[in-house]
């Protein structure tokens, strides 16, 4: 099997081929940027090419040696979710992109998905939700997913749509909660400005997130969209204790500075039975 990852050297996608390096699994990885991928301990391990997806070429699948499979995870614009940049470009970019490579002969796409195409709907959120996203991003993500339903379903493709929800760890943004709460420690701040951190969502560390997308790649008969998540709902506020206590850190929460963001709301966590599924066949 021959596995080609886009966006490789981002957040997922650097966990991503790891793991799948660790199941002995041939990579083809993809980035735009040679200079950057060179830096991680995986580079002399996978069959590295540089591109751009915004780039025109007649047979995508043959420049990329024509894998078995692909994980898709490449996306710009991240992590401004607010980004007109979402659907403005990245929709058709990817759709476009996706579209070439099933027309020369790639035959299991694997798709990276988000819980912000739920939009503003409280509760466990199940794959057969209607979607209803509030923000850009979502919106996006949505739009591309139904167009590549409407491509797929005319070839012979196993399709899966992996629902990423939250997740934390190493190469995280500097944007992201921890990573703000990290470098406020290291500057040895008293106090860490945060929301009231009631909202209660559903966080995976990425390493976990990176095994089960594998696991979902590596079969085929579990597919559509498959929520990426624990289960499990978890409060902000009890995550950043969890954090601090697990490193042994000493930090005031100084709640209710921010206000919520207005895009997501209060409680909100996946249910993971079709995963589960996957996992069981593992």
Not at 109 to 126: I, K, P
Request: include cysteine.
């Amino acid at each position: 099997m021959k596995i080609l990852v886009t966006g490789a050297t981002g957040f997922i996608g650097n966990h991503v081929v790891r793991e799948l390096l660790k199941r002995k699994i041939e990579v083809i990885a993809t980035s735009r940027s040679t200079i950057k991928a060179e830096r991680y301990s995986w580079f002399s391990r996978v069959r590295y090419v540089q591109c751009d997806l915004n780039e025109t070429r007649e047979d995508f699948f043959s420049f990329f040696m024509r894998p078995t499979c692909m994980i898709h995870l490449a996306w710009e614009g991240l992590p401004n979710y607010k980004d007109l940049l979402h659907f403005e470009k990245n929709v058709m970019v990817h759709y476009n992109f996706i579209k070439n490579m099933v027309q020369h002969g790639l035959s299991h796409v694997v798709v990276a998905g988000s819980c912000l195409e739920y939009g503003m709907q409280n509760g466990c959120l199940t794959e057969d939700l209607n979607t209803n996203s509030t923000v850009p991003y979502g919106l996006a993500k949505d739009t591309l997913r139904r167009y590549l339903e409407q491509l797929l379903a005319r070839h012979p493709v196993t399709f899966q749509w992996v629902r990423l929800f939250y997740m934390y760890g190493e190469g995280q943004s500097e944007k992201s909660l921890l990573s703000q709460l990290e470098t406020a420690i290291k500057k040895g701040e008293k106090r860490f400005n945060m929301s009231g951190g009631e909202q209660l969502r559903d966080y995976l560390p990425v390493e976990k997130v990176a095994e089960y997308i594998v696991a979902i790649a590596l079969q085929d008969k579990v597919k559509g969209i498959i929520n990426c998540c624990s289960g499990k709902p978890l409060s902000v506020r009890k995550l950043v204790e969890k954090y601090l206590e697990e490193k042994g850190y000493c930090i005031e929460l100084n709640l209710g500075y921010y206000p919520y963001p207005d895009y997501e709301p209060m409680e909100f966590w996946g249910n993971n039975t079709k995963l589960q599924s996957v996992l069981h066949q593992s």
